[in-house]
């Protein structure tokens, strides 16, 4: 990775961080989308890498009290759900997708994070 990518992948992960310890329903039910749209020419598997590495952040500031935050199954299960996205896309001969293509996917396919607004 280039020093640029990595810059972009740390503010990838901090807004993540913030989104999903906000307290603000609205905004962790937004956060995917609000990913792709400001984020469009980046590699949609950045996207999982920026959840999952900001979820894991997360579970090891909590410690002991992980089990009890809601917020790290939510990280987990977002993580998963952008893969198989992913995966979709990929294997409709868009490789390497894009944020963008994730943007268009959910468009005309599977509308779950444009729904969650």
Do not use: C
Request: aromatic share 6%; net charge negative.
């Amino acid at each position: 990775m280039n020093k640029e990518r990595d810059a972009t992948i740390d503010l990838m992960i901090e807004f993540v961080m913030e989104e999903l310890l906000s307290g603000n329903s609205q905004r962790k039910r937004a956060m995917v989308r609000r990913m792709a749209e400001r984020w469009p020419s980046e590699p949609a598997l950045a996207l999982v890498f920026a959840v999952t590495s900001a979820t894991s952040a997360i579970e090891d500031s909590l410690g002991d009290t992980t089990p009890q935050d809601p917020v790290i199954p939510l990280g987990y299960r977002l993580s998963a759900l952008i893969s198989a996205d992913v995966h979709a896309v990929q294997s409709m001969g868009q490789m390497p997708s894009m944020a963008e293509d994730l943007l268009h996917f959910w468009r005309r396919v599977d509308p779950l994070f444009l729904r969650l607004q």
